[in-house]
């Protein structure tokens, strides 16, 4: 049995390198529909779900790990800007301030489903626009949500962080692991790696 990632996100895909797990991936070509009114948590959750879901349906021997993350920033989801105008609203909204992102992960497997959300506050240092009209221009931002990447350029512009930092990125590590260690995917010696 494998394990199947739900995401073509090149930053999961590192995230689970880095912590040594093998995968292979499965993206969802569904349309990704979520009910009015979701909690930011309770939407992250439920577009997790619904993209290991999709796989599951394809691999459904193997283990499935699906994710999705979005940004909140006072009451509002921020998802993948995808045009520059889009991004340089983001953008400016955040500078000076607070914001949180939300990263759902939903681990299948037969009929064990074990889905979360991890939440981490970010504050971005005030931007000028020269700051944030640049930025824009790098590309790095069109599609990522709220706008920028931290494990990229845009590691400049957080000030400060409350919570995981993997989660940021798109994957929180130290959750997703308990996940698999509690699926049986993983051993604590990992001499049980599927």
Same mark, same amino acid.
């Given at each position: 049995?494998?394990?199947?990632?739900?995401?073509?996100?090149?930053?999961?895909?590192?995230?689970?390198?880095?912590?040594?797990?093998?995968?292979?991936?499965?993206?969802?070509?569904?349309?990704?529909?979520?009910?009015?009114?979701?909690?930011?948590? *309770?939407?992250?959750?439920?577009?997790?779900?619904?993209?290991?879901?999709?796989?599951?349906?394809?691999?459904?021997?193997?283990?499935?790990?699906?994710?999705?993350?979005?940004?909140?920033?006072?009451?509002?989801?921020?998802?993948?800007?995808?045009?520059?105008?889009?991004?340089?609203?983001?953008?400016?909204?955040?500078?000076?301030?607070?914001?949180?992102?939300?990263?759902?992960?939903?681990?299948?497997?037969?009929?064990?489903?074990?889905?979360?959300?991890?939440?981490?506050?970010?504050?971005?240092?005030?931007?000028? *626009?020269? *700051?944030?009209?640049?930025?824009?221009?790098?590309?790095?931002?069109?599609?990522?949500?709220?706008?920028?990447?931290?494990?990229?350029?845009?590691?400049?512009?957080? *000030?400060?962080?409350?919570?995981?930092?993997?989660?940021?990125?798109?994957?929180?590590?130290?959750?997703?692991?308990?996940?698999?260690?509690?699926?049986?995917?993983?051993?604590?010696?990992?001499?049980?790696?599927?």
């Amino acid at each position: 049995m494998k394990l199947i990632l739900a995401s073509q996100s090149p930053r999961r895909h590192d995230i689970l390198h880095w912590m040594g797990i093998p995968f292979e991936t499965e993206v969802c070509t569904e349309p990704e529909t979520v009910e009015p009114g979701l909690s930011p948590s *309770e939407t992250v959750q439920a577009l997790a779900l619904h993209k290991a879901s999709f796989a599951q349906k394809l691999h459904p021997e193997d283990y499935i790990l699906g994710s999705d993350t979005i940004v909140e920033l006072d009451g509002e989801i921020l998802g993948k800007p995808h045009t520059p105008e889009r991004a340089k609203s983001f953008l400016s909204r955040m500078q000076g301030h607070e914001h949180t992102v939300y990263t759902g992960v939903a681990l299948l497997h037969g009929t064990h489903s074990d889905v979360r959300s991890c939440a981490t506050k970010v504050r971005f240092r005030p931007m000028s *626009e020269t *700051e944030i009209d640049w930025y824009v221009s790098t590309g790095e931002p069109l599609d990522k949500a709220g706008a920028y990447g931290l494990q990229g350029l845009g590691c400049v512009f957080v *000030e400060s962080m409350e919570g995981n930092y993997f989660n940021v990125i798109g994957l929180p590590a130290p959750m997703v692991y308990e996940m698999l260690l509690k699926a049986g995917f993983l051993s604590e010696d990992r001499k049980e790696l599927k």
